[in-house]
C-alpha cells in the first residue's frame, strides 16, 4: 500500500509548494464500476455500458466515464498526502480537468500529485494539487486535474 505523505502541521503544508507526492496504489477498472457510475449519474451512453456494441466502436471495448475517472480522486489523494491536526478536510473544486487519453475497460490507474498552491482562508488553508492520473501502460495521462481541498483547524 502507498505511503502518503504527511503534513504533521500547515505550516509544513505551506512549505511544501512544488514538491511531488509520489504514487498511488494501482486502482483496477472492471466493468461493474463503469456501470455503477452511469446508473449513479444517468450517463448510459454505449460507449461505456454496451460492451457488444462498443467492441466495434473507436476503443475497441467498452471505456469509464471521464468523470468517473476524475471522481476516483477521493481514492488516490489520501495515497499521496495526508494533513495532521485539522479539523475537517473539505473538497472544494477543481480549477482545470482533461482527459487526455481514455480509460478502456480492466485498465489499472494510479495517480501522482504535486502541491501547486497553499494560501490562507478563513479557519485554515487552501490546497491546490495538480492531480496527475496515469494508465498502466498508457503514453498519455487520462486525466489531469488542479483539485482544490480546503483545511479548517
Same mark, same amino acid.
Given at each position: 500500500?502507498?505511503?502518503?505523505?504527511?503534513?504533521?502541521?500547515?505550516?509544513?503544508?505551506?512549505?511544501?509548494?512544488?514538491?511531488?507526492?509520489?504514487?498511488?496504489?494501482?486502482?483496477?477498472?472492471?466493468?461493474?464500476?463503469?456501470?455503477?457510475?452511469?446508473?449513479?449519474?444517468?450517463?448510459?451512453?454505449?460507449?461505456?455500458?454496451?460492451?457488444?456494441?462498443?467492441?466495434a466502436g473507436p476503443f475497441g471495448t467498452t471505456i469509464a466515464h471521464g468523470y468517473l475517472t476524475l471522481s476516483l480522486l477521493p481514492v488516490f489523494v489520501p495515497q499521496l498526502m495526508r494533513v495532521? $491536526? *485539522?479539523?475537517?478536510?473539505?473538497?472544494?473544486?477543481?480549477?482545470?480537468?482533461?482527459?487526455?487519453? /481514455? @480509460?478502456? !475497460?480492466?485498465?489499472?490507474?494510479?495517480?501522482?500529485?504535486?502541491?501547486?498552491?497553499?494560501?490562507?482562508?478563513?479557519? $485554515? *488553508?487552501?490546497?491546490?494539487?495538480?492531480?496527475?492520473?496515469?494508465?498502466?501502460?498508457?503514453?498519455? /495521462? @487520462?486525466? !489531469?486535474?488542479?483539485?482544490?481541498?480546503?483545511?479548517?483547524?
Open positions: 500500500m502507498a505511503e502518503p505523505r504527511v503534513f504533521a502541521s500547515l505550516d509544513e503544508l505551506k512549505s511544501a509548494v512544488g514538491e511531488e507526492l509520489g504514487h498511488s496504489d494501482w486502482l483496477e477498472i472492471d466493468q461493474k464500476r463503469i456501470d455503477l457510475f452511469a446508473e449513479a449519474t444517468g450517463d448510459h451512453q454505449w460507449i461505456h455500458v454496451d460492451p457488444e456494441k462498443a467492441a495532521e $491536526g *485539522v479539523r475537517m478536510g473539505i473538497n472544494y473544486g477543481s480549477n482545470k480537468v482533461r482527459f487526455p487519453s /481514455p @480509460v478502456p !475497460v480492466g485498465s489499472r490507474l494510479r495517480a501522482t500529485g504535486r502541491i501547486a498552491e497553499v494560501s490562507e482562508v478563513t479557519g $485554515g *488553508v487552501q490546497l491546490t494539487a495538480v492531480v496527475t492520473v496515469e494508465r498502466e501502460g498508457g503514453d498519455k /495521462p @487520462v486525466c !489531469v486535474a488542479e483539485a482544490v481541498t480546503r483545511f479548517y483547524l
